[in-house]
Nanobody, 119 residues
């Protein structure tokens, strides 16, 4: 059983910062990449950012570029998302994701962490 456990969500004022972390635990798995998605009520889950495990290649959604930074710690099997200059429209539930094979769809998901940005 693989678990992705998120931490670091919460409430922040517009313009502020939050840092999300996600730790993988349970049985070992081959990690191709880890990253983040977010989802608002009634909307589809959307991609935020991803980092490949071996090469550290980074991918960001357009709205995240310049404001969000994803990083990984291979030894600790964690991925972090530093979010700066937050806007009210960034308010969502953020989900950690892990890919174990190709990068088409994540194979594992975290439970979700609420981020609320007040105006």
């Amino acid at each position: 059983q693989v678990q992705l456990v998120e931490s670091g969500g919460g409430l922040v004022q517009a313009g502020g910062s939050l840092r999300l972390s996600c730790a993988a635990s349970g049985r070992a798995f081959t990690t191709t990449a880890m990253g983040w998605f977010r989802q608002a009520p009634g909307k589809e889950r959307e991609f935020v950012a991803r980092v490949t495990w071996n090469l550290g290649a980074l991918s960001y959604a357009e709205y995240a570029k310049g404001r969000f930074t994803i990083s990984r710690d291979i030894a600790m099997r964690t991925v972090n998302l530093q979010m700066n200059s937050l806007k009210p429209e960034d308010s969502d539930v953020y989900f950690c994701a892990a890919w174990t094979n190709n990068l088409s769809q994540p194979d594992y998901w975290g439970q979700g962490s609420q981020v609320t940005v007040s105006s």
